[in-house]
């Protein structure tokens, strides 16, 4: 790796730490403002907040600096590379009809093998994050767990019941991806070995036709209106049911508290 690709690696890593340790670093000021108290010793006065989050002015004044440095000169931006699934999508349509010999006949199993184990690990992990759902939607949809006057009680719970399937969830997302990518360089190997050991003649590559259409739809327009649809009726549903459960009326309350009191008027 050359020079200036190290420096734009070295750059965006640190300004990813940078911004995880900011993230951090405002949740436990903002739980330290919260669990100091209320109203009654001034804890959400706008005199404590600014104070408490001034610790803060000097590193964020900083990051903030360090991401215009990356974008004003080129030097420090990041060119990612072609990703490698893409790579062996591509070099897969040059795969020869047939070939001779025992190099190629090690790459052909070994390639199929490789396209067999990125199958199921995604299979795996669509099955592991369906089920997280489901048992997020267990949590969500039973209202007796939204009928407490104590908010910040039921705030705790749900965060005890949700965000563990949510953590596992992307996890095992990111565990996949990584594997992924390292089958896929494995893939990417085998098929420039297939290539190189096989005849010059490419293996046919043909589909029925509702593999075809089903491609292109889901390429095209439809499946981005679909995705949008879905998300729309998922983002109603969940406003109603907040609604009917008494939940927008408790998160006004709540509100309204917390700015009388920052402002000292609680």
């Known amino acids: 790796m050359i020079k200036t690709e190290k420096i734009r690696y070295l750059y965006a890593i640190a300004i990813g730490v940078f911004v995880v340790a900011m993230g951090i670093a405002f949740i436990c000021v903002a739980a330290d403002i919260y669990y100091s ?123 005890k019941n949700v965000l563990p399937w949510i953590a596992v969830a992307f996890v095992t997302l990111i565990g996949v991806a990584v594997a992924n990518g390292y089958i896929a360089g494995r893939q990417l190997k085998e098929l420039k070995a297939l290539v190189k050991y096989g005849n010059r003649e490419p293996r046919e590559h043909g589909e029925p036709e509702w593999i075809e259409k089903a491609k292109k739809a889901l390429s095209g327009d439809i499946a981005l209106w679909v995705a949008r649809g879905i998300v729309f009726v998922v983002a109603v549903t969940f406003i109603i049911l907040g609604i009917v459960n008494g939940g927008a009326r408790d998160v006004l309350i709540k509100a309204i508290n917390i700015c009388t009191e920052c402002i000292g008027l609680g």
Do not use: D
């Open 37 to 159: 108290g209320g109203a009654t010793n001034g804890a959400f006065t706008q005199e404590i907040v600014v104070r408490r989050l001034q610790n803060l002015a000097i590193p964020f004044i900083f990051l903030i600096g360090a991401i215009a440095v990356g974008a004003v000169f080129p030097l420090f931006t990041v060119r990612m590379k072609p990703a490698k699934e893409h790579a062996v999508k591509l070099l897969s349509a040059k795969i020869p009809s047939g070939g001779e010999g025992e190099e190629y006949e090690r790459a052909e199993k070994n390639y199929k093998k490789l396209h067999n184990l990125r199958l199921y690990i995604w299979s795996g992990e669509c099955a592991v994050l369906l089920g997280c759902t489901v048992a997020v939607l267990v949590y969500m949809l039973n209202t007796s767990h939204f009928l407490s006057e104590n908010i910040t009680g039921e705030i705790f719970a749900m965060v």
